[in-house]
């Protein structure tokens, strides 16, 4: 099976800070990467898919880079309703699995 | 608007079963794979089952395989999962998502189903 390793757990920003989280795949996926956010008491929410396109409606502030085994996800100017739990999530074949989730704080 | 309404989770001893529904609504419900992902208290998430358009092709995580088993009745927009042997640390919410079509990507997520696992 494919292991996640998503870096930080967590991480303290300012609001208008650059913020990336890394995840690295023990094996290469190609950009079969996917990004979601999750806030508090909701059920996540699609951002990024194919390790660089963003989901219709999603802020242009959200990014996502990467291919092979190691991709980034970057916010690019930190806002107060960012702040959530932000998991990757590799898909192969029709096996699937999360990184362990990055928590944002603010700062 | 497209929908998804999980149901049947509750508390269960170990060893139990339980049978899980998901409702879709406001999309074609047989053009898509669909999915179970499980978050236990205060965890990340996990991905635990997944289901193909057309039942063809079906997964399962390690942690599951053998015990729970995913089926669909295109039919009735209804997705299920029947979960066998449970044990304590398959205590979770239980999420349905929907496989977008074009790329491997959950689009969309139900409300979750809280499955309590204990004597």
């Known amino acids: 099976d494919i292991q996640m390793t998503q870096s930080p757990s967590s991480l303290s920003a300012s609001v208008g800070d650059r913020v990336t989280i890394t995840c690295q795949a023990s094996?290469?996926?190609?950009?079969?990467l996917n990004w979601y956010q999750q806030k508090p008491g909701k059920a996540p929410k699609l951002l990024i898919y194919?390790?660089?396109n963003l989901e219709t409606g999603v802020p242009s502030r959200f990014s996502g880079s990467g291919s092979g085994t190691d991709f980034t996800f970057t916010i690019s100017s930190l806002q107060p309703e960012d702040i959530a739990t932000y998991y990757c999530?590799?898909?192969?074949?029709?096996?699937?699995?999360f990184g362990q989730g990055t928590k944002l704080e603010i700062k | 608007e497209m929908q998804l309404v999980e149901s049947g989770g509750g508390l269960v001893q170990p060893g139990r079963s339980l049978r899980l529904s998901c409702a879709a609504s406001?999309?074609?419900?047989?053009?898509?794979?669909m999915h179970w992902v499980r978050q236990a208290p205060g965890k990340g998430l996990e991905w635990v089952s997944g289901?193909?358009?057309?039942?063809?092709?079906?997964g399962y995580a390690d942690s599951v395989k053998g015990r729970f088993t995913i089926s669909r009745d295109n039919a009735k927009n209804s997705l299920y999962l029947q979960m066998n042997s449970l044990r304590a640390e398959d205590t979770a919410l239980y999420y349905c998502?929907?496989?977008?079509?074009?790329?491997?990507?959950?689009?969309?997520w139900g409300q979750g189903t809280m499955v309590i696992v204990s004597s």
């Open positions: 998502a929907k496989e977008e079509g074009s790329h491997d990507a959950f689009d969309i």
């Open positions: 406001g999309f074609t419900f047989d053009a898509y794979a």
């Open positions: 289901i193909s358009w057309n039942r063809g092709s079906i």
């Open positions: 094996q290469d996926i190609s950009n079969y």
């Open positions: 194919d390790a660089s």
């Open positions: 999530q590799q898909h192969d074949d029709l096996s699937y699995s």
